[in-house]
């Protein structure tokens, strides 16, 4: 069993930056890959971007390739979003996701564990 508790949304300015952070309890969090997704009103929940256990590999969704960057820090148990160049489009809930034995693959189905999400809210 694996507890995600995200942190470090907020209101920012277009063109702004954040960093959120995930924290998961447990022991094997190494094991497990781990994911960012979002869900703005009215939308489907959507990948952001995912990391594999190692942090080898990374995978990122069109909309943040070379704005977000994901990270992890397995000694800490946490895995980080860093968030630059923000758009109002970027305004969602965040969502941290743990997969076991995976890897940084963007299939929501794929991950067993959710966080309750942060909100981030872009404004122009």
């Known amino acids: 069993q694996v507890q995600l508790v995200e942190s470090g949304g907020g209101l920012v300015q277009a063109g702004g930056s954040l960093r959120l952070s995930c924290i998961a309890s447990g022991r094997t969090f190494s094991s497990y890959a781990m994911g960012w997704f979002r869900q703005a009103p009215g939308k489907e929940r959507e990948f952001v971007t995912a990391?594999?256990?190692?942090?080898?590999?990374?995978n990122y969704g069109d909309s943040v390739k070379g704005r977000f960057t994901i990270s992890r820090d397995n000694t800490k148990n946490t895995v980080y979003l860093q968030m630059n160049s923000l758009k109002p489009e970027d305004t969602a809930v965040y969502y941290c996701?743990?997969?076991?034995?995976?890897?940084?693959?963007?299939?929501?189905?794929?991950?067993?564990?959710w966080g309750q999400g942060t909100q981030v809210t872009v404004s122009s």
């Open positions: 990391i594999s256990w190692s942090g080898d590999f990374t």
């Open positions: 996701a743990a997969q076991e034995g995976g890897s940084a693959f963007a299939t929501r189905t794929l991950y067993k564990y």
